[in-house]
């Protein structure tokens, strides 16, 4: 019977799709059997920032051997390199004072972006491969709002570009709207790993940067997509199918635009029978924008 080895360039993708598969899932740090003093890590000088992933992506090296078990006599392995900048040891309070602090210094949209960049205090930005900063037009009167990126605007850099993107697509076609009338944004602007749901701290360390985005773009109409981004900018509690179609005040620096609460394009396509709410919303955002409402 012959029975097919495989081969070392097998066996090295193999694991090397076993490892994108736990990213992919989530996983965002590598353990091993050592012990490590993570406190102790805390205390250590805080490393230069890393470049971001895309920079980052050189060819992957090359493993010596198939094994993943070191030959005996090896010496044990070293502490994991540290890549987190500042978000492995910055507190969360002191991370969002930092990101107000950093928000207020952008005077334009490419200074805000280019700051976001360059931000290490939130871990997220360590696990995706792009900040996903905008699309769309930043003259516009009304500005779409997010959660956070999926695997499609990371891969891209630019939000709302998967199967959600898609649907909002065609949901402002049905309003005449496009994104050269309209203007796209998250309110957390990296991926969070395995497409969870970003922590209230990701959220609270972020969302000075999208305070800042809003009051550069400067729109009438800021329309939150979902739950996270309504609670996030309007500060209520309740759920999305109690705050849709309600308008919020939204205090800009020279005026107040208007928020309006709807559902996120990603649970229209869980539950399509809810489409005719997410119609009246956008009819109503129509209405507005023609000075009807
Ligand atoms: N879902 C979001 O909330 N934002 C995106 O950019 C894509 C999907």
Not at 14 to 31: C, K, P, R, S, T
Request: proline share 11%.
């Amino acid at each position: 019977m012959l029975i097919s080895m495989p081969s070392p360039n097998d066996a090295q993708a193999d694991l090397i799709a076993y490892l994108d598969f736990h990213v992919e899932a989530g996983a965002d740090a590598a353990l091993d059997e050592q012990p490590h003093d993570r406190f102790g890590e805390a205390d250590m000088p805080a490393p230069t920032l890393r470049a971001p992933r895309r920079q980052a992506e050189a060819p992957r090296p090359v493993a010596q051997s198939n094994s993943l078990v070191p030959p005996p006599g090896s010496p044990p392995p070293a502490a994991p390199a540290r890549t987190f900048g500042r978000a492995a040891s910055a507190q969360p309070d002191e991370a969002a004072s930092d990101a107000r602090a950093r928000a207020r210094e952008a005077k334009s949209l490419a200074e805000l972006e280019k700051i976001l960049a360059d931000f290490d205090a939130c871990p997220l930005r360590f696990t995706a491969k792009n900040l996903v900063f905008a699309d769309g037009n930043p003259e516009a009167r009304v500005m779409f709002l997010g959660e956070a990126p999926g695997a499609d605007e990371d891969r891209i850099g630019k939000p709302f570009m998967g199967r959600s993107g898609q649907l909002l697509d065609k949901m402002m076609a049905a309003i005449g709207l496009d994104r050269t009338s309209a203007y796209i944004g998250n309110i957390v602007p990296w991926r969070p790993p395995g497409n969870r749901n970003p922590t209230p701290q990701e959220v609270a360390v972020c969302r000075p940067f999208v305070e800042r985005q809003i009051e550069l773009v400067d729109p009438e109409v800021i329309v939150c997509l979902g739950a996270p981004a309504t609670q996030t900018l309007t500060g209520t509690k309740d759920g999305i199918l109690r705050t849709r179609g309600r308008l919020f005040p939204y205090k800009l620096p020279t005026r107040e635009a208007k928020l309006l609460a709807t559902l996120h394009p990603a649970f229209l396509l869980r539950q399509p029978v809810q489409k005719r709410l997410a119609w009246r919303d956008f009819r109503a955002l129509r209405a507005l924008l023609d000075g009807k409402a």
